[in-house]
């Protein structure tokens, strides 16, 4: 079958109504008004969602800033919270320290008493120890005393009798005679 140029102009000049009928072709004017009326309610509805998006952004926006003030707030509330702890701590510290240090002082005048009376009886013993050895000084020099006189008088002694003899030799031999 052979298409003849009459058939080529015949469909030429009803494809259109069939792609129309078909909707795949040039749509008809009515076709053509439905067409825009759906483009212009989807521009409106993308508008709307748009808007949506907005707002939605913007009330998002306003939640992030509540949320970082709140966050703000609570961090702010710990660092007061932990500054607190560590100023009642560092005030037990110090008062346990200057508890300490009184002790310490305490102790200090209890040891300087206890030092003191250690030094006072340190010195009557001392003096007593003084005393005991001036007593032996005052025996041993009665008994240098004693040692000076015997030797006095043993020296004496002693020289009276070799004298005594001396003398007793010197006149013997006029008496043996």
């Known amino acids: 079958m052979i298409i003849g140029a009459e ?6 000049a009803h494809i259109g109504e069939w792609l129309a009928e078909e909707s795949l072709g040039k749509p008809p004017k009515v076709y053509e008004l439905e067409l825009r009326e759906r483009s212009v309610r989807i521009e409106e509805q993308l508008k709307h969602q748009r808007d949506l998006i907005q707002t939605i952004i913007e009330q998002n926006d ?4 509540a949320l970082q003030r709140q966050i703000d707030q609570r961090f702010e509330a710990t660092w007061s919270q932990m500054d607190q ?14 508890a300490i240090e009184r002790r310490f002082e305490a102790m200090q005048t209890q040891m300087d008493q206890r030092f003191e009376a250690m030094q ?4 009557k ?5 003084d005393k005991r050895f001036e007593a032996l000084d005052r025996r041993f020099e009665a ?3 004693r040692i000076d006189r015997f030797m006095f008088w043993s020296l004496g002694l002693t020289i009276s009798v070799a004298g005594l003899i001396i003398a007793m030799m010197r006149i013997w031999p006029a008496f043996a005679a």
């Open 120 to 123: 006072t009886q340190m010195d």
């Open 7 to 12: 058939d080529i102009d015949f469909i030429k």
């Open 85 to 98: 702890r560590f100023e009642a701590v560092q005030s037990q510290m110090d008062q346990r320290f200057e």
């Open 143 to 145: 008994l240098t005393r």
């Open 62 to 65: 306003k939640r992030f800033d």
């Open 125 to 129: 013993r001392f003096d007593a120890v």
